[in-house]
């Protein structure tokens, strides 16, 4: 089983991240330039939430709300569910699931290691299971 810290090694561990007090454009321009889904929200070194998509359309759009005036403590979703390096991808998959969101912090202690997607589970998961058929493809021409 691939752990959360052998998918952050090919991935990458880039965080992107936001205050609290930045605005909702400002962040949302980030996501755009860096093509992320979602940013760690960051308070003096510590993770106090995260903004996603889903948080812009749902709390600023449907709501009303100004992105340029809008800020970020106002719309994130504070104090996130996290995993850790030893997680496995099949447990942050059914994690993830379960509480219907789509980006996982990853933290080594009290730090912030990286951020992992639903789409960087998928991805891991086909590319395992690629490798098991193609082993016993393997297997049985050999036999």
């Known amino acids: 089983m691939t752990t959360v810290a052998q998918l952050l090694a090919l991935k990458g561990n880039k965080v992107f991240s936001t205050s609290p007090s930045s605005t909702v454009y400002d962040a949302i321009k980030t996501m755009a330039d860096e093509n992320v889904g979602a940013l760690a929200v960051v308070d003096n070194g ?8 889903r948080d ?7 709501r009303g709300k100004a992105s340029p005036t809008t800020t970020i ?9 996290c995993v850790y390096p030893s ?7 059914a994690l993830m699931t379960e509480k ?31 490798f098991i058929i ?6 049985i021409q050999g036999a």
């Open 46 to 53: 510590r993770l106090v939430g995260i903004f996603t998509e």
């Open 56 to 62: 812009y359309a749902r709390k600023v759009i449907l």
């Open 73 to 81: 403590r106002e719309v994130m979703s504070a104090n996130p569910i």
């Open 87 to 93: 997680h496995t991808v099949e447990q942050c998959m």
């Open 100 to 130: 219907t969101f789509r980006h996982l912090p990853v933290l080594e202690g009290n730090r912030m290691v990286g951020m992992i997607s639903i789409g960087d589970l998928v991805k891991s998961i086909i590319q395992e299971q690629e």
């Open 134 to 139: 193609d082993q016993l493809a393997h297997y």
